[in-house]
C-alpha cells in the first residue's frame, strides 16, 4: 500500500511541477517530455550495456542495491536544471550529453551510498570511496570482480567513469569538476569518520560533511559547456550549492531511522544531540524507534526541516541577484523549486499530516510563509550562524531550543 501510495504521490508532483513550469520559455511541456523521453531511452540502453565485470543492471535491481527511480528521478532533475542554463547556448545534442552525465552521477552516488551504508565495514567504505575518485577523475578504476558486492561497487565506478568521458577537459569549469568530486568524496569520507571519533557539530556538518551532497559536481558538468565562466555563472555555481546542502538535510529527516540504525550522520540527529534532547549514548543503547519518536515529540525533525528551508531559501537569495541574458532565470527558480518540492513529497508520504502538507504546497509558493517560520537562528549570515553553533553561545542555543519545545507543541513523528 505504502508503495502504491509513493508512487501515485511521485506522480502527481512531477506532474504539477511540469504544468506550473510551462510559462518558463526552456521548460515548456512538449519539449521538457521529449528530451526527458530521449534520456530515459539511452540511459537504459546504457545501463544494458554494462561490462562483463560489472554487475549486471538486473542484478543490481534484483538485490535491491538500487532502484529504477532513482535514475529516472535524476533525468528528471537533470532536465529540469539543464535546460534552463543550456537552452539558448547549446544544440540538444550537448543539453542530453550533459542530463546522462548528471544521471550517472545521481545513479552511481546513490549506488555506491548504499554499498557503503549497508554492506561495507568502514575501511571498504574508504577503499570503494577511493576508487569512485578515480574513475570520477581520469576515468579509471581499479576492476573488482571477485563477489557480487565487489561487482556492485564497479558497476558504480563503470557509471562515475562516464561522466569523465563526456566533458571537455580543455574549458575552464573542468578544473571546478576535479577539485569538486574530491570535495565530494572527501565529505563522504568526514561522514564515515563520526564512527570512530564520535558525532561531529552542526557547524562542521555544514560546513565540511555537508559537501558530500552531489551538488557541486552536478553543477560542474553543466558549466563544462560554456566556453567562459563569468562572474553569473558563478553566482549561479553558490546558490546550487545551497540548494543542494538543504537537498541532504531534508533528506536526513526522512533518513533519521536508517540512518540512526546504521550509525550514519544525520543533521537530525546532531540537532537533538546539540539540543540535549538525546545522547550518544541513547544513539547505541536504545531501540531505534524510541529515539525517532523522542526527536519527532521534541521538534527536532521539524527544527531540521526549518534548517533545510534556511539552506534553501539561502540558495533563492543568490540566484535572483544573477544576471545573464542566457539563461532562463524563471526556469532555473522552478528547477529549485522542484528540489524542495521532491524532497517534501518523500516527508508527505512518510507523515500524511497536515503540517507537511503545507510545507509541500509550499513550494509553489513565494516563500514568505517559509521565511516566517524559521527560526531567528537558522536566518542568520552563514558565517554568524556557524560560529554561534560552534562555540560559546552553544549552551544558550541549548536553552533556547528547550524553551522552544516547551513553549510548541509538535506532532511531527
Known sequence: MKGRIGGTADRLAEFMWKMWSIPSPSLGYKMLSVVMGEAKRMYRR????????????????????????????????????????????????????????????????????????????????????????????????????NTPVERAESSACEMASWIYFSLADYVPAFSLYIEDCTKLVEGQIRSLEHKKKGWPSLSAYVKSIAEKSIGDVWIDIDLCQFDVLDGSLMKLKKANEYIFKSSLVYDDVQDVFEDIRTHSVNSAVILGIEGNIISPENLQEMDPLKLVSLLGESGILRETVYLADALFLKGVDILMQVENPCIDMKGLLKSFKLVRLFNLRKLLIMNRDFWTLKQFLASFSDFEYLRDQIPIRFTMSTDEFLSRQNGHDQEGYKCDLRRQIRTQSCSFQ
Open 46 to 145: 546504457k545501463l544494458s550495456m554494462l561490462p562483463p565485470d560489472c554487475m549486471e543492471y538486473s542484478q543490481l535491481l534484483e538485490n535491491q542495491y538500487m532502484k529504477e527511480k532513482h535514475w529516472i528521478y535524476a533525468i528528471l532533475m537533470a532536465a529540469a536544471e539543464s535546460l534552463p542554463l543550456l537552452y539558448r547556448e547549446c544544440t540538444r545534442e550537448e543539453i542530453l550529453r550533459s542530463i546522462l552525465a548528471k544521471t550517472s552521477l545521481g545513479a552511481s552516488s546513490k549506488l555506491l551510498d548504499n554499498l557503503n551504508d549497508e554492506i561495507h565495514t568502514s575501511e571498504e567504505a574508504l577503499a570503494s570511496l577511493e576508487n569512485y575518485l578515480s574513475a570520477l577523475r581520469s576515468g579509471e578504476f581499479e576492476k573488482k570482480c
